[in-house]
């Protein structure tokens, strides 16, 4: 079996209240996004890595990827939606390589740069043969509350066998586009193959596979890769 990686990243970020896509945001010297993509491109299991981009995207920074051009390929097909991003970004693997059906692809975030490959080998190892995939995860650890549309708590939720999900994660090609085309309204893979009644399998992972989202969050990541140990 082949193992591709895929990374949505038409998005705008406005989260992070800046004009610059926050995948393009300088980080430890380096657009963002490069991180992950440096990550995934230097593992033998990985055969390519994808990224999808909007079609008037005029920010790539490509002359920063050239090192990593024999394994990185990209797509001008992003959608509104992340999974419609995802859903046109497994078509064109499949038109480039290919009878890819029955192939993983590792979906990750743009904005997740902290990515190791430790965890990756880990997801890889763990979901193994699993018909439904699997997925990065964290056990919930605090306390949640549900609040109202005032600020206030409505009421305390069980964090008994809750999860907070991350990326990789990891599906088989053809099953993945059936998922997205039947739930396009979904907001991460693992919830359109939970539509088709299969249980992805949780692997766990840990916090510093964070999500870039608000400007506080860039600092960590720094932290983050500084401090790492060589893999």
């Known amino acids: ?69 024999p394994k990185l390929g990209v797509f ?21 390589l290919g009878n890819i059906d029955e192939d993983w692809v590792l979906v990750h975030d743009a904005a997740r740069p902290c990515l190791s490959v430790a965890l990756v080998e880990k997801l890889i190892a763990e979901v193994g043969d699993d018909v439904a995939g699997g997925l990065l995860a964290v056990p919930v650890a605090d306390t949640l509350k549900r609040g109202n549309e005032s600020g206030y708590v409505v ?12 990326t990789p994660q990891m599906f088989r090609h053809h099953l993945l586009l059936d998922a997205l085309d039947f739930a396009p309204q979904v907001t991460d893979e693992a919830s359109a ?17 964070l999500k ?15 401090h790492r140990s060589p893999a």
């Open 76 to 96: 001008r097909c992003g959608g509104e939606t992340r999974a419609l991003s995802v859903a046109n970004g497994l078509r064109a693997m499949a038109a480039e």
């Open 155 to 166: 009421e305390t939720v069980p964090r008994d066998g809750l999860w907070q999900a991350q």
């Open 212 to 226: 870039v989202t608000y400007p506080l969050d860039l600092q960590l990541a720094e932290w983050i890769l500084a």
């Open 1 to 69: 079996m082949t193992y591709y990686a895929l990374i949505p990243a038409a998005g705008t970020g406005s989260r992070m209240g800046s004009e610059l896509p926050k995948q393009y945001l300088p980080l430890a010297g380096q657009p963002l996004i490069r991180h992950a993509i440096a990550t995934l491109c230097q593992m033998p299991a990985i055969a390519r890595v994808f990224v999808v981009l909007a079609p008037d995207d005029e920010l790539w920074p490509a002359d920063s990827m050239t090192d990593l051009a």
């Open 193 to 209: 193959i939970e539509t088709l009644g299969l249980a992805p399998r949780l692997v766990a992972a840990d916090m510093t596979n």
